[in-house]
């Protein structure tokens, strides 16, 4: 086989080899990695007081995202609110449907019908034009804490 052969078969080699490593990187960084957890005691990333979490995140991806939520005691809802810059407003009559990402059963049975409703809601929203944001929901008859949240 002659030299110029050799060189080919060698630059075709490597040329498949970045095109594979490439692909392989690109996939893995644009979709990073998910973990779910149901009803964990506690998790390091939420104040001490957070109790009976259930999430699910993805990170290490170019679209992070966090869906959670967990038991809260108002003072430590108020006190990670103003933390985090969320100004939140009441609702009457609240309803949604971002809980079933997290796969748990409706909040109340209202009219025979089980939905994720709230008599009286604490909210905050900040909807990015990408279609990104974030959704804290606080139901201070419950005392828990929802929030959903992503770059994208």
């Known amino acids: 086989m002659s030299r110029r052969v050799k060189v080919f078969f060698i630059t075709i080699a490597v040329i498949l080899v970045a095109v594979v490593a490439l692909l392989f990187f690109a996939n893995r960084s644009f979709s990073g ?44 809802m108020d006190n990670l609110a103003e933390t985090k810059g969320w100004k939140l407003s009441e609702k009457k009559d609240y309803s949604t449907g971002l809980r079933l990402n997290l796969k748990l059963p409706p909040v109340r049975k209202v009219e025979g019908m089980a939905i994720d409703f709230y008599p009286m809601a604490l909210v905050y929203e900040d909807r990015k034009g ?9 139901d201070p008859e419950f005392q828990r804490l929802f929030v959903r949240q992503s770059t994208n």
């Open 33 to 76: 990695t998910t973990e779910a957890k149901q009803h964990v005691a506690h998790v390091d990333w939420l104040p001490k007081e957070a109790t009976d979490v259930t999430y699910i995140k993805n990170e290490g991806g170019v679209f992070p995202w966090l869906c959670f939520e967990c038991s809260l005691p108002r003072p430590a």
């Open 130 to 138: 990408n279609g990104g944001g974030i959704t804290v929901i606080y």
